[in-house]
């Protein structure tokens, strides 16, 4: 199997002066009406990999996904260069897709310390 690389990322001058990326991220949020299900074996493997390479295509890179109780919603964080890229990964793959948010980091313990 050939190596799957991150796409590029656009790169900009931080305040300190170092290369910091700026590929927007993203949730994705999906309907499985019939439930989703991923086999923990090779055909799995082969499933999620083939996701991640269509992916790349588009600039797009898959971080993580969270799954519902009953299987039939996924939360899929994605980085990407547009909502558009997402999309034309999420056709390639043969994914649905209900809605899609860029979104930011709200780290709760950036504010430790804040108070003092």
Do not use: H
Not at 10 to 19: E, I, M, N, Q, V
Not at 46 to 63: L, P, R, S, Y
């Amino acid at each position: 199997m050939a190596a799957i690389t991150r796409p590029y990322v656009p790169l900009k001058a931080g305040a300190s002066g170092r290369k910091e990326e700026i590929m927007p991220r993203y949730v994705v949020e999906r309907t499985f009406e019939g439930g989703l299900e991923i086999p923990t074996d090779p055909n799995g493997f082969n499933a999620v990999m083939g996701v991640v390479g269509n992916n790349a295509k588009e600039q797009v890179t898959w971080v993580q996904s969270f799954v519902s109780a009953d299987k039939t919603k996924t939360y899929c964080i994605y980085d990407g260069p547009s909502p558009e890229a997402i999309r034309r990964a999420a056709e390639l793959n043969s994914l649905p897709v209900d809605v899609i948010s860029e979104v930011r980091v709200l780290d709760p313990y950036f504010y430790i310390g804040a108070s003092s």
